[in-house]
C-alpha cells in the first residue's frame, strides 16, 4: 500500500471518530427516539450516504454511537486510575472519572436506552463490567492490607446500584444532591466502610 493509500486510511478513519464523537454528543444531550436519519445528517451537516457509511439503520447507527461512547469512556476511566497506586485514591479517582464520564448523558437519554433493547444491553453490560472493576479495586486493597476483609463482589453490587441511581437522576429526586455531590458522599461512605475498623461486641 502506497503512503497516500495509507495517509487516506488515516484520514477516514479520524473522520469516523470525529462523526461518532459529535454523534454521541448529540444523542447523549438530546437523546435520540425522536430524531429521524434525515435530522441526524442535517444535526451532524453530512449526508445520509455518510451515515450510511457508518451502520446500515438508524437502530444500527444509535447503537454503534453507544458502544463508541462507553469504549472511550472506559478507555479514560482507566487512565485516570493508572495515575494512582493507593487503593483508596484508586476506587475515589474511578467513581469521580465515571461520574465525569456520564454527566453529559440527559433524561431523554436515560429513556430512550430503557425503550431500545439494542443500546440498553449495551449500556446494562458496561454497569456489569464495571462492577467487576470495583471488586477487583477493592479486593486489590484488601489484599494489600488497605481495606478490611469485605464481600467485595456484594459491596461492588452496591456502589453499582447506587450509580445507576445517581445517573438515572433518582438520588436527586430523593435527596436534592447534585450528581457531583452525591458521588462524594458513595466515595465517602465507600472509603469508611472498607477503611473503618470493626468494634468488638
Known amino acids: 500500500m502506497s503512503?497516500?493509500?495509507?495517509d487516506g486510511v488515516r484520514r477516514g478513519a479520524a473522520r469516523r471518530a470525529e462523526l461518532f464523537d459529535e454523534l454521541v454528543a448529540l444523542l447523549l444531550a438530546e437523546g435520540f427516539g425522536h430524531f429521524t436519519l434525515d435530522d441526524l445528517a442535517a444535526r451532524l451537516r453530512c449526508s445520509k450516504r455518510t451515515l450510511y457509511a457508518l451502520a446500515g439503520s438508524k437502530e444500527q447507527l444509535v447503537r454503534a454511537a453507544v458502544v463508541h461512547f462507553?469504549?472511550?469512556?472506559?478507555?479514560r476511566v482507566e487512565g485516570a486510575v493508572a495515575g494512582?497506586?493507593?487503593?483508596?485514591?484508586?476506587i475515589v479517582t474511578y467513581l469521580r472519572a465515571v461520574s465525569a464520564e456520564l454527566a453529559p448523558a440527559s433524561a431523554a437519554f436515560y429513556t430512550d436506552l430503557a425503550e431500545f433493547p439494542p443500546a440498553g444491553e449495551v449500556y446494562e453490560r458496561n454497569t456489569r463490567a464495571a462492577a467487576r472493576r470495583v471488586t477487583e479495586l477493592i479486593d486489590a486493597g484488601v489484599a494489600a492490607g488497605a481495606?478490611?476483609?469485605v464481600h467485595a463482589a456484594f459491596v461492588a453490587d452496591a456502589i453499582t446500584?447506587?450509580?445507576v441511581r445517581i445517573q438515572q437522576r433518582q438520588v436527586a429526586e430523593a435527596t436534592g444532591l447534585a450528581d457531583?455531590?452525591?458521588y462524594q458522599q458513595l466515595a465517602e461512605l465507600v472509603l469508611h466502610g472498607l477503611s473503618a475498623k470493626l468494634t468488638p461486641r
Open 84 to 90: 494512582h497506586d493507593e487503593p483508596a485514591e484508586r
Open 161 to 163: 446500584t447506587v450509580m
Open 70 to 75: 462507553f469504549r472511550g469512556a472506559t478507555e
Open 3 to 6: 503512503q497516500t493509500s495509507v
Open 147 to 149: 481495606f478490611r476483609d
Open 180 to 182: 457531583a455531590e452525591a
